[in-house]
């Protein structure tokens, strides 16, 4: 009786948090992902536009809104993040084919598409000067690579996408191209996508077909794919791998394409927002997501000042993710003391031997005041 009760308590507190994981077979979630009170806002972050597409071309962007976010949830595909807009120059007069060592028609691939799930990607270049918002959930459909091409362990694949823009970018190169080993392929799943949270792919997520790699950033996502060819393996790396290869946690900038690492998105965390509660505690809500295991997910929130952690205080998974392809929420509550210093909030794993590159580097630390 008691414990019905409870969990109708808990339940309802979790619908109002817009949290409830809508899965009867998940156990419910021991806290809740939200509460009330007043928001505290990050510093040092400038006012970005978000969830509007901002720039052209390369520079093309649209931040998402992740502080909107609640789970579990995909992002509406106009308001997924975007990084480089449709090229201007690119032939939809034509029928889209893909060439090189395939000959394959659009209208075969999407003959063949098939529900590929959820997966998340992630910019490399995530930071937050963009309030981290270059990264999103979607649905997905398409054909899993191995599917449209066999490549033999002695070879490398090559997925490249068209890339010709009139207007030259401010920061990018372009030129969209990355190298696979057939067991990055088999590891990952990767897939040639045409269709995002059941409608057809938008024009500037890749129309008509893009490459998704789950688990590995956004830049091995390859949009506009019009080439697939098999290469030796001591090939040389492409300049856009070059490009990202610091962003991706390479050595240098290796100049064969063997000598580059699986693109992996560590297990990684950030806080979405912060509020002061009635009774004066702080209260933070945010995500996890990367990873290589679902159930390796322990974690604890990090209170700095001058880079030193004066607050430590435990993470609860307030709605648990259902595969490492996707995000899940935490929330946390702390007491800090009042401070003419900014306080930085960040998250440490606290399992051994999970690999945290972004979290060991504090890469999604956020800054507050408590005035
Ligand atoms: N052809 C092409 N593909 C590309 C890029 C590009 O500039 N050109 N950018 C890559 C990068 S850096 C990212 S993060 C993802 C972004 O995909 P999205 O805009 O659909 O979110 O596309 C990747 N694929
Ligand atoms: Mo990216």
């Not at 032939?91 to 098939?114: E, F, H, N, T």
């Not at 066999?150 to 490249?160: S, T």
Request: proline content about 6%.
């Amino acid at each position: 009786m008691i414990k019905a009760s409870r969990r109708s308590f808990l339940q309802s507190l979790v619908a109002l948090a817009a949290c409830d994981t809508g899965d009867a077979s998940t156990p419910a979630p021991s806290t809740v992902c939200g509460g009330q009170g007043a928001r505290i806002p990050f510093l040092d972050e400038p006012e970005q536009v978000k969830d509007t597409l901002v720039g052209e071309g390369l520079d093309g962007r649209l931040y998402t809104n992740l502080a909107m976010m609640t789970c579990p949830s995909v992002v509406p595909n106009d308001r997924f993040y975007v990084r480089t807009r449709v090229p201007d120059r690119i032939d939809y007069a034509s029928p889209w084919r893909i060439r090189g060592d395939v000959d394959i028609g659009i209208d075969d691939l999407r003959g063949r598409a098939r529900s590929m799930g959820v997966t998340l990607l992630e910019c490399s270049g995530n930071a937050r000067g963009g309030s981290f918002g270059l990264m999103s959930v979607a649905t997905w459909s398409g054909v899993p690579l191995l599917e449209v091409i066999d490549v033999p362990n002695e070879q490398r694949v090559l997925v490249a996408g068209f890339d010709d823009h009139s207007k030259p970018s401010e920061r990018s190169v372009p030129g969209a191209s990355w190298i696979f080993t057939r067991s990055d392929l088999e590891q990952t799943g990767a897939f040639l996508a045409t269709r995002m949270n059941d409608a057809e792919l938008p024009k500037d997520h890749g129309f008509p077909v893009r490459l998704v790699v789950p688990g590995w950033y956004g830049c091995t996502c390859i949009k506009w794919v019009d080439t697939i060819r098999l290469l030796p393996n001591d090939e040389p790396s492409t300049p856009h791998m070059r490009e990202f290869a610091s962003r991706t946690h390479q050595e240098g900038e290796p100049l064969l394409a063997r000598d580059f690492r699986a693109a992996e998105i560590d297990l990684a965390a950030m806080p979405l927002d912060l509020l002061r509660l009635a009774n004066d505690e702080l209260l933070f809500r945010g995500i996890y997501w990367g990873g290589a295991n679902v159930t390796d997910v322990r974690l604890e929130l990090l209170l700095l000042q001058g880079g030193r952690d004066v607050v430590r205080a435990p993470v609860t998974i307030c709605c648990q993710r259902t595969s490492t392809r996707t995000w899940g929420f935490w929330s946390a509550t702390a007491r800090a003391d009042r401070s003419a210093l900014p306080y930085d909030v960040a998250l440490r794993s606290l399992v051994a031997n999970v690999r945290t590159r972004r979290l060991d580097s504090r890469f999604y630390a956020r800054s507050f005041n408590l005035g």
